[in-house]
């Protein structure tokens, strides 16, 4: 996936009042808006599907990595996770 900054994409490439920037801006205003706030997942919505280590926000606001256990949940830890964030897919070098 890639975010991108679509105002200055149709500033750099276009304005909205050429045939070229119209086109774009139909484009750019078909994406889906994306905030990286939209991937953090509160625990008290949903806890992950698997057993796995993610990044998780505590209760005072920092960031850890945290072990989840499909059968335990997040184990007893002295600051709460009230979010975590899903894992990215691995990385895959280019040939």
């Not at 750099?12 to 045939?19: A, L």
């Not at 992950?48 to 949940?73: C, M, Q």
């Amino acid at each position: 996936m890639r975010l991108i900054d679509a105002d200055n994409l149709i500033a750099e490439y276009g304005s909205y009042y050429t045939e070229e920037g119209a086109v774009l801006k139909d484009l750019v205003d078909r994406m889906p808006t994306i905030t990286l706030e939209q991937f953090w997942v509160p625990c008290r919505e949903r806890q992950p599907d698997a057993s796995d280590w993610y990044l998780v926000t505590l209760e005072d606001g920092s960031h850890v990595i945290r072990w989840y256990s499909s059968s335990h949940g997040w184990g007893y830890t002295k600051d709460e996770a009230i979010a975590w964030l899903p894992n990215p897919e691995p990385y895959r070098r280019n040939r």
